[in-house]
């Protein structure tokens, strides 16, 4: 039965070998340790790309390929990779009975200092299946992914991993969708046994039994049966709750609850799939990707449930020459070219290679393409699909193929590809600002060089990480989101640009702001006998709403300084702001307005008028009371019952505030805020504290101003003793 609901008109052209509707882009994403990775392998596998399953523990899964995420068993790098799978007809009623349908899969990093593999991830996604632990359910990186998700409103599926495992719940993990996540969550499918005797799953839409053969370690063989008799009444009330929920928001599946009629599956299919594909709806299935159970069933949802390219709404995107005028760009093969490039790498093999999702049109080899941020033209020699860490070469990419092109010169993470004849800017993904910095040295002189090109190529894959100079000591500045981060990136300079180099103590990444309003005025005068310098002016500032960053406003009436001269202005003030007053760190959430000044008719510049404003912001900062603020981390620490009262201990020790608390399986989890400058060795502490028993998460929460009896010695530090009023 061919189906979907609100389906556009297909865009599918001759040269296609799968039709878009056929099509499906989805991410895995979940928290660390969740069982993403180990979920796609399993997927590769029952879908034949792969003939032997990997395993995270063992380092031989197909999409961690890289030797660090080997070593560590966590994921680094998002990794793209295609499959196929045909859904069989029979026994049981399917969407797409034999229709072969490509899936697009991206994994992604559960590691909160990678979250901007996830964010670009998230942008050019269709759909997304959310992995969830049965035995901690909703944990913080939870979070993180199924927000970012939303930002970009991806249609999700979720799967309740490891039922195998001892303690596992799978109502409780359903309950903290819910609660935690605000999800419309519904499973469409329940565990049959669970922990050591999960023998399968339940289909409720179906009302079937799929039990797998115990003597098939493969998990390649499974029956379908009648619901064991202890658990046909639960799977019925599970169906009366499904249908329930699905005609509180479908009109048609309402209409045949109010007229009483029978609801066959195929239709209650079709409105989960048109809630899903709208945002409105959850579906949860569950299983065991380890033991190899319920994984077929999740590939029947991804084609059933998740979008094709065709199903959601057209991308927006804005003229170049007229930034308030949208420009609808349409899922199809026949328009004018349009795609994102989402992420960046440097293969030692081919060089950049510039991953990119198109949105319309067609992409030949040899063709001319335009980045309209760059004004640029540049033609395309080679065009590649992704297979994980090898490449293919394809003539061809149409709308709602994901590739990569290798050669492209100035082009960063973001940035629109399209046709010259149609420009248009397509919105990019954000991404947070780095919390932590250590600074670096090369060894040798040889080694210098080196480094200089390995940080320009591992700043522009990755743009959580910076490098930079600092002015006032001369070294070498490298900040990223975290420890882990940081210690990849050097162990991706050694290995990869053969780069040897020291490395110092990680540095937090403060700011600064001012807590009162003040006045300013700055000149900068200098006589030399010919024509001088000269510049003038006044400002005010006063604190801004935390987070609304720096707003700069030209109040000069009667012409007092020429409106040349104000940008000059500006950009001192904005300069002055990157270096502060009290510790030499960048200031935040101010509101700042140049209110007054004067200037001379021959000796006036910009040069002149830029120096006064850096002397203006000096003058106000230090009278409006400035202050430093610290990152702040969210913590969430799982522990066994005996170790909680030591594990808070050393949390009080560090400056944290107990949230709350909560039993969760058999263990307590406390939840903290703690700052990032008292974290450093914490990993360690806690296995020490806990004969290695109890774990953490964190995450980035927010800035807040550093206590005096911590500020004084941060000021030791950078050697800064600024008078204070």
């Not at 490891?162 to 719940?169: F, I, Q, S």
């Not at 594909?277 to 991804?302: H, M, T, W, Y």
Request: glycine content about 8%; some cysteine; overall charge negative.
């Amino acid at each position: 039965m061919q189906v979907v609901a609100e389906k556009k008109k297909s865009g599918s052209t001759s040269g296609r070998q799968y039709a878009l509707e056929h099509t499906r882009n989805i991410g895995v994403a979940a928290h660390i340790d969740a069982g993403k990775t180990t979920t796609t392998e399993r997927i590769l596998f029952y879908t034949g790309l792969i003939h032997k399953m990997g395993d995270v523990d063992d380092g031989n899964t197909v999409t961690d390929w890289m030797e660090q995420e080997r070593e560590r068993g966590i994921t680094i790098t998002s990794a793209a990779i295609t499959c196929y799978w045909s859904q069989k007809e029979e026994p049981l009623p399917k969407l797409y009975p034999a229709v072969p349908h490509r899936i697009n899969i991206i994994d992604t990093p559960g590691h909160v200092d990678f979250t901007a593999e996830v964010e670009r991830s998230m942008r050019v996604l269709d759909g997304a299946v959310a992995v969830f632990c049965g035995v901690a359910g909703v944990q913080p990186q939870s979070e993180t992914v199924w927000r970012q998700a939303t930002k970009y409103n991806v249609p999700r599926i979720a799967f309740i991993n490891k039922m195998d495992r001892t303690g596992a719940n799978f109502e409780n993990a359903v309950s903290e969708m819910r609660r935690k996540l605000g999800a419309y969550a519904h499973p469409v499918a329940l565990p049959i046994g669970k922990e050591d005797h999960l023998r399968g799953i339940i289909d409720i839409v179906n009302q079937r039994a799929i039990v797998y053969d115990e003597a098939d370690e493969m998990g390649m063989r499974y029956e379908i049966q009648e619901i064991p008799a202890d658990l046909q009444e639960s799977a019925r009330q599970a169906l009366r709750d499904l249908v329930a929920a699905v005609a509180d928001k479908d009109d048609q599946i309402a209409e045949l609850v109010i007229e009483d009629k029978p609801i066959e599956p195929l239709v209650l299919k079709q409105a989960i799939r048109r809630l899903t594909c709208r945002n409105e709806l959850v579906p949860v299935l569950c299983g065991s990707a380890f033991k190899k159970r319920g994984v077929q069933p999740l590939v029947d949802a991804i084609i059933d449930y998740l979008p094709s390219p065709m199903d959601i709404a057209d991308v927006m995107g804005q003229d170049p020459a007229e930034p308030d005028k949208q420009i609808q760009v349409k899922s199809e093969d026949q328009g004018k070219f349009c795609a994102l490039a989402f992420k960046l790498w440097s293969d030692p093999f081919v060089g950049k290679l510039v991953f990119f999702r198109v949105y319309q049109g067609q992409l030949r080899k040899g063709e001319l393409i335009y980045n309209p941020r760059t004004g640029r033209r540049e033609r395309v020699n080679r065009v590649m699909m992704i297979q994980a860490d090898k490449r293919i070469e394809v003539e061809t990419v149409y709308a709602g193929d994901i590739a990569a092109l290798v050669g492209l010169k100035e082009i960063r993470t973001g940035d629109t590809i399209c046709n010259e004849q149609r420009p248009v800017l397509l919105e990019p993904p954000t991404f947070p600002e780095p919390v932590i910095s250590m600074a670096v040295e090369p060894k040798t002189k040889a080694d210098r060089d080196k480094l200089s090109t390995g940080l320009q190529r591992l700043s522009e894959e990755d743009p959580t990480f910076r490098c930079f100079t600092n002015d006032e000591t001369g070294q070498l500045i490298i900040a990223g989101m975290g420890e882990l981060h940081l210690e990849i990136i050097r162990d991706r300079l050694f290995r990869e640009f053969k780069v040897d180099a020291n490395a110092g103590a990680p540095q937090i990444a403060y700011r600064e702001t001012l807590t009162k309003p003040a006045e300013g005025e700055g000149k900068f005068i200098r006589q030399s006998g010919g024509r001088g310098q000269y510049g003038h002016a006044c400002i005010t500032v006063q604190p801004n709403t935390r987070g609304k960053g720096i707003e700069i406003e030209n109040e000069i009436v009667g012409g007092v300084v020429p409106k040349e001269y104000i940008p000059a202005i500006t950009d001192g003030i904005r300069e002055a702001l990157a270096g502060g007053v009290l510790a030499g760190y960048p200031m935040v959430d101010l509101k700042i307005s140049i209110v007054d000044g004067s200037f001379h008719e021959v000796d006036s510049s910009e040069l002149a008028f830029k120096m006064a404003g850096i002397f203006a912001l000096k003058d106000a900062a230090k009278k409006a009371g400035p202050i430093l603020l610290e990152p702040v981390m969210k913590v969430e620490l799982t522990t066994p019952d005996e170790y909680q009262g030591d594990l808070m201990g050393d949390l009080n020790r560090r400056r944290g505030r107990i949230q709350h608390i909560e039993a969760k399986n058999q263990a307590t989890a406390v939840h903290a805020q703690v700052p990032l400058a008292e974290l450093f060795g914490y990993a360690t502490a806690i296995r020490s504290l806990s004969k290695g028993r109890a774990s953490y998460s964190m995450e980035p929460s927010h800035f807040e101003q550093v206590p005096s009896s911590v500020l004084e010695n941060i000021l030791d530090q950078t050697d800064s003793k600024p008078s204070r009023s």
